[in-house]
């Protein structure tokens, strides 16, 4: 029972350059977020996906796109990597409350990609 | 100022100690708390979540809130070294509604002494 599953684990680049980080669950969960951590800063979140096709900014979106490609998987693009990115990435996904309609349960977190821009 | 407070620590208890990890927060609204505990190199897990005021016991850990003082508590009884770990503090106004965001504590690092 994987859970949340992200890739990769570490990466570094140099400024400028882009990626894409992977994020898929297999809880069959309709929301899916992502968040960065930073020391001292606590987890702030990215983007969002309240459900398949639906995306929304969360409070540090700059620099920052997002792909929900289906309800398994949700994507992170960094098109043009700066050094104030660099950090931990952590995706999570949860479910809704039944018969509460873009509701959400308590969140279930993959084990983060550690990202390093130079 | 920021919405949730959490002393960073770290906090070194030794084994069998009670230990007293608290968050306060300044938005009336969040209604539901939770604890997450963080291992080195690993995701949050969930560890507890509660709603309103009042207590919730499972096992050794229990968790309490205080709506009219804005403040939460976790308490973990007879602590393992097992238990070392960063415990993070977690609310939200609701769960009704998915612009509703979950707020984080920035973290309590937990060291428990053999």
């Known amino acids: 029972n994987a859970g949340v599953t992200q890739t990769p684990k570490f990466q570094v680049l140099k400024t400028g350059q882009s990626m894409t980080l992977q994020c898929a669950q297999d809880?069959?969960?309709?929301?899916m977020y992502w968040y960065r951590q930073d020391p001292g800063m606590g987890l702030r979140l990215i983007y969002y996906s309240a459900s398949e096709g639906t995306t929304d900014k969360g409070e540090v979106p700059n620099g920052y796109n997002v792909s929900r490609l289906n309800k398994r998987e949700f994507s992170l693009r960094l098109e043009s990597a700066a050094p104030s990115q660099t950090s931990v990435y952590f995706c999570a996904s949860s479910s809704q409350v039944s018969g509460f309609p873009g509701s959400n349960q308590p969140q279930h977190f993959g084990d983060g990609t550690r990202l390093s821009i130079l | 100022q920021k919405e949730v407070e959490q002393d960073p620590g770290p906090l070194s208890v030794p084994e069998g100690a009670i230990v007293s990890l608290n968050c306060t927060y300044s938005n009336s609204a969040f209604q539901y708390f939770m604890w997450y505990r963080q291992y080195s190199r690993k995701g949050p897990e969930l560890l507890m979540y509660?709603?309103?005021?009042g207590n919730k016991e499972d096992g050794r850990f229990t968790a309490q809130v205080d709506k009219s003082s804005k403040y939460i508590s976790l308490f973990i009884r007879d602590s393992q070294p097992s238990d070392s770990a960063t415990y993070l503090c977690?609310?939200?106004?609701?769960?009704?509604?998915?612009?509703?965001?979950?707020?984080f504590g920035s973290g309590t690092r937990l060291s428990i002494r053999p």
């Open positions: 509660t709603y309103s005021s």
């Open positions: 977690a609310m939200s106004a609701a769960w009704y509604s998915s612009a509703s965001k979950i707020i």
């Open positions: 809880m069959n969960h309709n929301s």
